[in-house]
């Protein structure tokens, strides 16, 4: 066992100090561990400045104790410290637990010894529709009565109720742990799941040359692997696989939906889903909208067939996903028919789904966009601007804020007025406004009725507070 593993064998017989509690990543392993029976504290500089103060105090009424980012939470030599392998040395936590002989986790390594020692773990991975796949894989398994446990990093609306306002997690019974694995940072080597999903394969945080060795690696893991037939990076990655079930629109998927079939609107999809294998054949209707939706249900629907579900009982499950939080979540229609849509798009690929299910529909696109930090700029800025610059049409608009920073060490020489230029120089219409209060002022000027306005960024969970006080500033 990894040390990981073995100060994870007993969660509840261990004190936990999560560092940045409140974060997408963090929040839902916090929960895991609490529903196992484990204490839990944490600190965050989000509630030290008083950010999102309706998250903290709901896990206040949990029984988590916050306490200031300055050192004060780290008490003894027993506690776990969780923290993010990435935050600096400097943070106030990292010191004293450093000073009193702490043993440290990072986020990844927690969670990989709490999903590896799951009966039949699912792991989902790919650079775009993680957690959409995770929460649609989840709510068939609970659909179905698996009772699974989730770790998504997305709220899941299926979940919200009045006592679980931040339902990203689940704690189930059953043996089935369902979990995004991030790429990003290369801890994906750390999980060894039963199932796999494989989205896509595309430029993100790392090369493709990276890329395609943590994924073909991650298929060679697997006892199986949902694999998507319609990307050719993916497939190329195939003969890693022990078994494989492809799915998609095109000749190489098993678990397909049919393309003349397929029905759009703009708050949902339909589709025959095929079995090609026995001619099995179920009409699925999705209540989120977009390709994207479609072919992240079938990866789901792939997985859930791995792991024993039938295809008809899944199907039936999906025509009930409410969808996740900041994934093209419609916050609402002003008195004059401007529509508010928040969204988590941040990179090329998932921008241009975004963009392109807003385009498939009438009405004129205003788009903000907040960059999720400087280093993704520098990665990916250039593919970045040929995507708001070629999925917008001549009467749409694309407004980029300076990007989140919450404090560190980074490197700030490319921002967002570098990436205006280069939307421009793609014939696209671009303008860089740095506040995002004076953005919002700017949006609110220029909307018309029947105009959609879409809020990007990740990183930041007051963009959701954002879209909601511009939506009530539209006329």
């Given at each position: ?54 998250k ?38 990292i ?11 990072s ?58 306002p ?29 199932i ?41 990655l ?107 798009g ?30 993704p ?38 921002g ?43 990183r ?15 006329p």
């Amino acid at each position: 066992m990894t040390t990981a593993e073995t100060i994870a064998a007993r969660p509840a017989a261990q004190s936990w100090f999560f560092c940045g509690i409140g974060g997408s990543g963090m929040l839902p392993l916090a929960l895991i561990l609490h529903g196992l029976g484990a204490r839990v504290s944490g600190s965050d500089r989000s509630f030290d400045q008083g950010r999102t103060p309706e998250k903290f105090a709901w896990l206040k009424r949990l029984g988590f104790a916050l306490l200031p980012q300055d050192g004060s939470g780290i008490v003894s030599p027993a506690q776990v410290l969780v923290a993010s392998a990435a935050i600096e040395d400097t943070v106030p936590e990292i010191v004293a637990a450093r000073a009193l002989g702490c043993p440290r986790l990072s986020r990844a390594e927690l969670l990989a010894a709490l999903f590896n020692r799951a009966a039949q773990p699912i792991a989902v991975a790919g650079t775009s529709g993680k957690s959409t796949v995770t929460g649609m894989i989840g709510w068939i398994m609970t659909a179905v009565g698996r009772d699974p446990t989730i770790m998504n990093g997305a709220v899941m609306k299926n979940f919200v109720a009045d006592d679980a306002p931040f339902a990203a997690a689940r704690v189930g019974s059953g043996g089935d742990f369902v979990a995004e694995v991030d790429e990003s940072d290369g801890s994906i080597a750390l999980y060894r799941p039963r199932i796999g999903v494989l989205g896509n394969v595309s430029l993100d945080h790392k090369s493709l040359e990276e890329l395609r060795a943590l994924f073909g690696d991650f298929c060679a893991r697997c006892d199986a692997v949902a694999i998507n037939a319609d990307d050719p990076e993916s497939m190329a990655l195939a003969p890693r696989a022990a078994r494989l079930l492809p799915f998609g629109l095109g000749a190489g998927a098993v678990i397909v939906a049919e393309p003349a079939s397929i029905r759009e609107g703009a708050t949902g999809i339909c589709a025959d889903i095929v079995d090609r294998r026995t001619g099995a054949r179920h009409a699925l209707a999705l209540a989120v909208p977009g390709r994207h939706n479609l072919m992240n249900a079938l990866a789901a629907l792939a997985a859930a067939e791995l792991a024993g579900v039938e295809l008809g009982d899944a199907v039936a499950a999906l025509g009930r996903f409410s969808g996740l939080a900041r994934r093209f979540d419609i916050v609402g229609t002003s008195p004059g028919g401007i529509t508010v849509i928040d969204d988590f798009g941040h990179n090329p690929e998932k921008v241009a789904a975004t963009l392109d299910t807003l385009r498939a529909h009438p009405g004129r696109v205003i788009a903000l966009f907040q960059p999720h930090g400087f280093g993704p700029l520098r990665q990916m800025g250039a593919e970045l601007a040929t995507v708001l610059a070629t999925r917008l049409g001549a009467q749409d608009a694309v407004i980029l804020t300076d990007p989140v920073y919450f404090g560190g060490t980074v490197d700030r020489s490319v921002g967002s007025a570098q990436i205006v230029a280069l939307v421009n120089a793609a014939g696209g219409h671009g303008v860089h406004i740095a506040g995002r209060e004076d953005a919002g002022a700017a949006i609110a000027a220029m909307a018309l009725p029947g105009d959609r306005v879409v809020i990007m960024g990740a990183r930041d969970d007051t963009l959701s507070a954002f879209a909601r006080d511009l939506l009530a500033r539209l006329p």
